[in-house]
């Protein structure tokens, strides 16, 4: 929620014939002497203050402010202007100090209530700000702004569903309180409840159609929702209001790259990178879509400048690593999975990929120690307990083994792949019973596969177990 501007000044350009003197062409130093000289007239270091508040330069504001303040102690106007202006210049423990002078001045003013409850706010002093804005609402019981900023306390404070109560409020008593739209929708998304949050921005963008922020909102939502195509549709709009905004840019390339439109995502994210070039999650996005387009060399300077940025970013070791993985450059590849594992170890994938990587190098033992660390880690993930057990066949840990693809079998019923390793296991290790259960299962689920598993498996072709395949007879 937004300070209100100050009330009843024009935009017309300073004026030489106001005033006492002539002050357009004098320098801040030169007509802060002369107000304080009492050269310039009340009325005139009023208009210069609302002037420069007006036009954002706050800090300008807040001398002529202070000047007003020593010959007017007693107007709570002057001390409320004075604490806006100390707001905006984010300097709230004196903003709160004047809004409290104008307070003690003047107690009943409801906008000076809803001013120092925003301030309280942002000190972190919620429940005085919550007071404040009860105060307002025992004045004014139909106050839309305070029953609106108190649904802001909530949202600041992550009390998104009690925030949603106090917006959908203010929304029965008018349902064109923009404001409480837009935070609705954003309480919506926070909350996961993406449908509702969508309904929301829709109906502040039909209110505030060229608010670049309302779409680029959207658009997030849209892409939570996985409807890429309408949240590029969305950040296209943002862009149309804005195109110097880097966000849109950045999180439009994530929507191109889910709808696998590499060219573009790469577009979005190089826009991204001219705006904003130490963002290193853009070069690391951008490093991810030349990595699936197999531009490998550009994917390795995307993934080499978001660690220049941010060298403890394990992401982007990792996503270095897998392409120099793709690239058979296995001893960098090794490096930077190491180097990703000691900043995030407790992230399965990645000793996954350590595994394979010591595997192919023909580092069966620490192959295997790394595959144990993935499985202490994910107990479920059906890929590794294989695998691990095709390594375990290849060191010739064959019970090992057979209990890994065993585990790999009950995980995952639907992957042939696994049926077939547990025979292959059951049969070198004489355990006919298994080997042919497993075989049973193999030839029964995959089809398409029995001519493989009859040419692998010659006892299918013989034995009685299999007299229900007919066509695999000898």
């Known amino acids: 929620m937004s ?3 100050f009330e009843d000044f024009d935009d017309e350009p300073l004026d030489s014939t106001k005033g006492d003197r002539s002050y357009s062409d004098m320098e801040m130093e030169d007509l802060l002497a002369a107000a304080r000289s009492g050269d310039l007239s009340l009325e005139t270091i009023e208009e210069l203050a609302n002037y420069h508040y007006d036009h954002g330069n706050f800090e300008h504001a807040l001398t002529f402010l202070e000047v007003l303040a020593e010959f007017s102690p007693f107007s709570a106007d002057v001390w409320e202007r004075k604490g806006m202006a100390l707001n905006n210049l984010g300097r709230y423990q004196q903003a709160l100090e004047a809004f409290e002078q104008a307070e003690s001045l003047n107690p009943y003013d409801v906008e000076l209530l809803l001013s120092k409850g925003i301030t309280l706010d942002n000190l972190g002093r919620s429940d005085e700000a919550m007071a404040c804005f009860e105060r307002v609402l ?9 029953l609106f900023s108190q649904g802001v306390v909530h949202e600041r404070k992550g009390q998104y569903e009690a925030a949603i109560a106090v917006f959908k409020d203010v929304l029965r008593r008018n349902p064109d309180h923009r404001d409480s739209w837009y935070e609705l929708g954003y309480c919506y998304d926070c909350s996961d409840q993406l449908r509702d949050a969508l309904v929301s921005y829709d109906r502040y963008l039909a209110l505030m159609p060229f608010n670049a922020n309302a779409w680029y909102n ?3 939502v849209l892409n939570r929702l996985g409807w890429y195509r309408r949240a590029v549709e969305s950040y296209d709009t943002a862009l149309v209001l804005q195109e110097d905004f880097a966000s849109v840019w950045y999180n439009r390339g994530n929507s191109c790259a889910n709808l696998k439109w590499l060219e ?3 577009f979005c994210y190089r826009r991204t990178l001219e705006m904003e070039p130490d963002d290193e999650m853009a070069w690391h996005n951008l490093g991810n ?7 490998y060399d550009d994917a390795i300077s995307a993934f080499s400048e978001a660690l220049n940025l941010e060298p403890d970013h394990y992401e982007s070791l990792y996503g270095r690593g897998c392409v120099y993985d793709a690239m058979d450059k296995l001893d960098s590849a090794l490096e930077d999975y190491a180097a990703a594992i000691a900043l995030a170890p407790d992230l399965g994938e990645i000793w996954h990929a350590r595994a394979d990587v010591e595997y192919s190098l023909g580092l069966i033992e620490q192959s295997l120690s790394s595959y144990r660390r993935v499985l202490d880690l994910e107990p479920e993930n059906s890929e590794a307990w294989l695998d691990y057990s095709e390594t375990l066949y290849e060191y010739g840990m064959l019970h090992e083994a057979l209990s890994a693809a065993g585990r790999a079998r009950e995980l995952e019923p639907d992957w042939a792949d696994a049926h077939i390793l547990y025979a292959r ?6 355990s006919r019973r298994k080997g042919i259960e497993a075989l049973q299962f193999a030839l029964e689920h995959f089809p398409d596969l029995r001519q493989h598993i009859a040419k692998e498996f010659p006892i ?9 395949y007919p066509d695999l007879r000898q």
Do not use: S
């Not at 879509?289 to 531009?295: H, L, P």
């Open 289 to 295: 879509a030349y990595e699936e387009m197999e531009r």
């Open 425 to 430: 296991l059951a049969f070198l290790l004489r």
């Open 218 to 220: 959207r658009g997030i």
């Open 264 to 266: 573009e995502a790469v």
């Open 460 to 468: 299918v072709r013989t034995h009685e177990a299999f007299a229900d």
């Open 138 to 146: 025992v004045l004014e019981p139909d106050n839309d702004e305070a």
């Open 3 to 5: 300070f209100l501007d």
